[in-house]
């Protein structure tokens, strides 16, 4: 195997084949107790896209994939990928008007799916939808129904997915992507050395994220490796049901480390059972921590959007490593940091975050029926990330801030990152949300939506004094609200879209009104740090 697939593989459904020819014996997936060689997993591909076909879609139609990680989700991926047909990922755990979206904005004839999705689907009684598929009943039947259909040839450039964005600026949005898309999104991985020759994966990453779906599962059988889904993340069982799989590499998401990390250490397996660990993102304390228990090395720190899953990746190499970066940009995408007139900016001046591909198909192809934003995003020949950052003289890139939620206050920028930071380091507090509320003489003014801790919920006095002591005047909060819990989307990222609409409420403290300002003559001073 080597970094690129030759050039007769054109989408991922050429890889698997690709893979099949070379080594058809190799145990390839695992999904929970299902486990399929790659001869056998290619085989069962062509009957289920020969099924779909059969069914009455046609090259272009979307199909929804509603499903937890299952051997029919991996093979409806490749299935649509070896028929035409356009791969619609749906969170598993959608229901109601955000399922709606996805399927009524995609127009998705079809979903594949299991008994519960089914269900919330059914709820909705969508018109254009004319095949709910259930693993188990319909799905089984596949095989029979186009044993004769001719499948297609697919084009790199053609689509193959629509993956929607979180939607914490406003309704999910549905990236084109493309074949190649997909393709290059795998070596980039596997240059970046995250997936190396052989490797033994092991994540519970959900495949309906193209970190399970690309990053992992697709890089996994580029490099010639195998991978192996959980039936479901245990964090007490987790280290050890991957040293039992004889894994070489975990990759998952920080939440999964830190439950792990918390977890009882008499039930981990050998230190250094397991050689790699990949937990993004993951703060460099705690990356030791891993490291120092499990006796692996770890890396947690890339960059990478629905629109461009592979921007920039920081390397494992401890020597080449940079912690708390973003890393450098990959093999396939050129990055640079520009003004607001799209400018670029000197190495460690902050500015938005811009790309190109540097190969066909390093990143997305558009939005899914938004001419108009999709030239908004992509003028002036770069694609706009929408995300600040700076570059140091060694090219590695540094996060700064959303470009949404930036907060401009007294002719500085506040970065809302650093100040939620700020104020969890008090220790009342266990979730905060800033955003920028309009001002009466214009530019912002800040508010900042907590949730407090188990203990009591500081005083406004005592947190105001709190923050002054940590904080440039001009980034305290003049507004405060406390908030049982923070509205979130279905990955975890808080919908700070919703809480700029709702603005100043009713709950809502004014720190100003109450007098809690810091005087000129005390604006500058020593301060203590976080």
């Not at 904005?105 to 009684?125: F, I, K, N, P």
């Not at 898309?181 to 991985?189: D, E, G, S």
């Not at 050998?270 to 921590?289: E, F, H, L, T």
């Not at 979130?488 to 609409?501: D, F, I, M, S, W």
């Amino acid at each position: 195997m080597t970094d690129e697939a030759p050039p007769s593989v054109a989408s991922t459904s050429d890889l698997l084949s690709w893979r099949a020819s070379a080594t058809p014996d190799d145990v390839l997936v695992r999904c929970g107790p299902a486990v399929a060689r790659a001869g056998q997993l290619d085989q069962a591909v062509t009957r289920v896209a020969r099924g779909l076909l059969g069914l009455g879609l046609r090259p272009g139609d979307r199909v929804g994939v509603l499903l937890a990680n299952s051997m029919e989700f991996v093979e409806t991926i490749f299935a649509c990928s070896r028929a035409g047909l356009v791969q619609v990922p749906l969170n598993a755990y959608l229901k109601g008007d955000f399922l709606r979206h996805q399927l009524v904005d995609s127009g998705a004839r079809a979903v594949v799916t299991d008994d519960e999705g089914a269900q919330a689907v059914g709820a909705l009684h969508l018109a254009g939808l004319e095949r709910v598929i259930r693993v188990g009943v319909e799905y089984p039947e596949l095989a029979a129904a186009g044993s004769d259909v001719e499948l297609p040839d697919v084009s790199p450039q053609g689509l193959a997915a629509l993956q929607y964005t979180s939607g914490t600026t406003g309704l999910p949005k549905a990236c084109m992507l493309s074949h190649a898309y997909q393709l290059r999104v795998a070596q980039a991985y596997y240059q970046a050395g995250w997936v190396s020759q052989g490797e033994r994966v092991f994540t519970a990453l959900p495949l309906f994220h193209a970190g399970g779906q690309l990053a992992a599962l697709m890089t996994a059988i580029l490099a010639g490796g195998r991978i192996t889904f959980p039936a479901a993340f245990s964090a007490s069982r987790f280290m050890a049901q991957a040293a039992a799989d004889e894994a070489s590499l975990v990759f998952g998401v920080m939440a999964m480390a830190s439950a792990i990390l918390a977890s009882d250490p008499a039930q981990d397996p050998p230190k250094g059972s397991i050689g790699k660990a990949i937990w993004i993102p993951m703060p460099a304390p705690a990356q030791r921590d891993f490291s120092d228990r499990f006796g692996c090395e770890v890396t947690a720190e890339g960059y990478g959007q629905s629109e461009a899953t592979a921007i920039c990746l920081n390397p494992f190499d401890a020597a080449e490593r940079r912690p708390g970066t973003l890393g450098r940009p990959t093999s396939i995408v050129d990055m640079i940091v520009v003004d607001e007139n799209d400018v670029e900016v000197a190495d460690g001046e902050i500015g938005e975050m811009v790309i190109r591909p540097r190969v066909p198909g390093a990143i997305f192809s558009g939005y899914w029926g938004k001419p108009e934003e999709t030239l908004a995003a992509f003028r002036n020949l770069w694609y706009h990330t929408g995300d600040y950052g700076r570059r140091d003289p060694d090219g590695f890139f540094w996060f700064a801030d959303r470009k949404k939620d930036s907060i401009r206050r007294r002719g500085e920028n506040v970065s809302s990152v650093e100040l939620e930071q700020a104020i969890l380091a008090h220790p009342g507090i266990a979730e905060v949300a800033v955003h920028a509320v309009p001002a009466e003489l214009g530019e912002d003014d800040i508010k900042a939506c907590v949730v407090a801790g188990h203990a009591t919920t500081p005083e406004l006095d005592e947190l105001f004094d709190f923050l002054k002591q940590r904080l440039p005047y001009f980034a305290i909060p003049r507004y405060v609200e406390y908030r049982s819990a923070l509205p979130k989307n279905g990955v975890g990222r808080v919908l700070k879209h919703q809480l700029r609409a709702e603005g100043v409420t009713e709950n809502t403290h004014d720190l100003q009104a109450i007098g809690l300002t810091v005087a000129a003559d005390q604006r500058r001073g020593t301060t203590h740090g976080n």
